[in-house]
Structure formats: C-alpha cells, structure tokens
C-alpha cells in the first residue's frame, strides 16, 4: 500500500477529493491536508487521513511529512504564491518526492519530479472536444502526448459499414467500441456503422490522419483497405492485347484516385518488345515499382509475399485469369478490393452500375462506391429490377438516396420489373460495383436458366469492368 500526500483548497477542491474517493481501491492510504470544512464529505474511508490546518506552515507540514514515506503528493490552492510555498517546503523536506500540482497561473518550474496540470488548457480542450469534428485525445494517459484518441464515425465516412478486420491498421490500433451508449467486444468481424465511437492508440501524428481520413466523406478509397493500387500480370497466361490494356488502364487509374504507390507484378515474362511496351507505356510514372518474378513462384506464393511487402488497397487483375476459379479464389481471402478488368476500356467508363441483389452486402460498400464514383467523375446508377415484381428493396434504395446527398452526388434509381442480367449486358461504358463473395469462385452448374443470384450471374460477364468490395457475409 502507497501513502499520498493530498493538499487542498480553493474551488476545485472539493470536487478534486471527491474524485479522489470515488475511485479509492483501498490499494492507497491518503493523508488529506485542508483549510476548509466545505469540501470534506460526511463519509471518510478508512484509508483516508484528515488534518486541518494551514499547508504554507512549514513546521506543521513538517509534521505529516515526517509521519510517513510518501510516494506523491497531489496539490490544488487557491493561489500562486500559496502553491510556490507549499512546493518549497516540501522540496525542503523530501526534495525526490513526485508532486502533481494544479496551475492556472503559469508556473514555471524545471523540475523532473513536478507534473504540473495547465487548469486553464485542461478547461479549454474539455469545451473545445464537445465540439463536432473535433478529435478528442486523452491528455493524461501514457506519455501524454495523445496516444489515444476517441472518434465518432459519420454518416458517410468510408469507414462506416467496414468490418474492422478489413482496415488497416499500420502503427495504430483499434481497442474499444461504443455503440449506443454500451461498450461493444471487438473482433474482426465486427462493422463498423454511423455514430459508432471507437478508441484507437497509436503514434500522435498518426491517428490525427486516421482522424481525417475518417471524417472525410469522400475521396479516400483505396483507404481504409490500404495505400497502393498493384497490378498482377500473368505474361504466358494472358494475350499480348490484354496485358496492353491492363498497363493502359492501370496509367490511368494511378492518375485519378488517391494512392500513394503503383505497385506492379510481372510473372513469367515472355517477349522483349511486350517488356519494352510495358516500361515505356509507366516510365514517366513517379510513384511506381515493378517486381517481376522469373522463377514461377505461382500466384498463392507471390500474393503472399506481395500482401507482406506492399500495402495494398486495391489489386487489379484481367478477367483472363478468372477462368480458373479454384486457382484464383485466394482473392477472397485477402479482405482487398479486386478491380476485374474486362473488354471494356476503362478510360472511357461514364457511369458506376450497382444492380441491387440482397440489402446487408450493398449497405456495407454504398460508401465505397460514392467514393470511387467520386475519384472517377461517374454518374452512379441503381438498377432495382426483380422480375417476379416480389422483392421490396425499399429501405436500401433509401440509404443510396441519403448517402447521395451527403456526398453531394447524383443518383439514377432504375426500377422495372425485366431481366437485370440482359439489361446489364445493354450498358456501354460501365463499371459494376458489386461485392464480393465465395460464392463467386464455386464452378457454376451447367444450366444457368434456374440461377436466381444476379450477383454471380453478372460476376461471369467479361465485357464489363468491375469492381468487387470484401464484405462479411455471415
């Protein structure tokens, strides 16, 4: 057991000793030094010491310093001058004790056993946190240099309807969740939703930009997944025309949204002129590195190694190495948006497709494809078409239509009662956001008559250019 020294009096001190005794473990023993009556409370602890007399007497103080060892002494006065004197005397008697004062006058002391709590700046951050988009950072925790932050997730954050272990989480950590007013179990499955609270720590200067990546609406994918678009070339598996339009496509995407770096993996490598192609097409590219892999390592390998050297946060891929599903269905597994490239030219896309299946996987990418809609220039179109006319997709038609006006973007709501897979084929220009799921790498059946899910159905088409968000399924 630890015995405190507390000395107190002015306006704060009653308040400060009722604090004090509301968290009383009985793991401390407190000697309590007081002027005034007011602030004592009718119950007193056992562990608790009181003795009334003036703290600027130093023969009096004297006495309760040489009564017993203590570990620290907390002390708020009502005056400079007072709280001056009482550290004198103090650091006459026991000159190593560690001392926690609170100032509101501007006290400069050089000491290292001497904490000293700015009342006025403590007052200032309380006030100034309550404010909307403002960080709140504990201020007395760890270093005390905000290793802990609180943040508030708002509608239309690209971080809102992530599952947490899809994030990444470089040199910060996510540690607590509030929902409601209660205190949620963190896991990786865990989604984040509006208005959710979450505690984060890490680095100061990191989690203030996690903060405004958070709060900001739009303009942040591939983030919260990770930093870096990566291109994956098979050079023997795919035709020289696709690769082309691959490296075309990826020029383009590296220019208009916001990644930091072009990462690009080439796998058995065939032509010299297609290898020229390739470096004079990205050689003006800044942000840019290309690995190439000579020895066949086999896509499960080099995946893996890529995952570890490179923050991806969006890997692109031709639909040419789609035809072997059970080959390719790691992708699921690594919880990052695959962008499929199809026959269409990327360059030219007008518009953003999301043609609705079922309502909890399209609420958990809508801000996703605001966002992505946002980067490219693109008019977002929802196609609502069931052709039993059975299915109310009402309550997620709503939640596009209220993301829409948050990101400040346009949305076209197609409702009609006809085969969404033949109107889908209908678009020039597209790109088709949808989710992505296991389900899609399964072998098809041979009668896609009877398939019902427009989910798989339009995941098979290779005219279009998609975009797959990792979603929870379960």
Known sequence: MKKILIILDGIVAKKLLQRVIETNTGDNSYDVVYMNEAIIPEKRPSNFTFFKFDPTSKSKLAMVLDKDIHAQALIALNSKDEMLNVIKNIKEEKPKMQMSILDYWGIDLSDQHINIYKGIDVLANGMVERLPNIPVVAQNIGLKQGEIMEIRI?????????????????????????RKQQMIKIKPSLILKPNDVILIIGKPEVLMQVYNAIGKTQGQFPMPFGHNLYLYLDLYLQSVETVKKCVVDVKYLNQVIKNQKLVLRITRPTTVDLMNFIKNELGEVNNLTIEIDYGNLGFDALLKKDLRTFDIGLMMISYELFKNKEGISKLVDLRIPILK??????????NSIIL??????????????????????LKTKIFDMDPTGQSDKSYILDHFENLAKIFGQKVEIISKEKNPIRELKNQKNILQILPLKKDMFLRRKLNKLFYTNSDLLSFDIKENNQLLIPVIEN
């Open 154 to 178: 708002p509608f239309g954050s690209s971080y809102a309807y992530r599952y947490i272990g899809s994030i990444e989480q470089r040199e910060w950590k996510i540690f607590g969740l509030y």
């Open 341 to 350: 490239t199809g026959l269409g030219d990327i360059t030219t896309i007008k």
């Open 356 to 377: 609705l299946n079922d309502t909890k996987s399209y609420e958990q990418i809508s801000p996703i494809i605001f966002d992505v809609s946002s980067q490219l220039k």
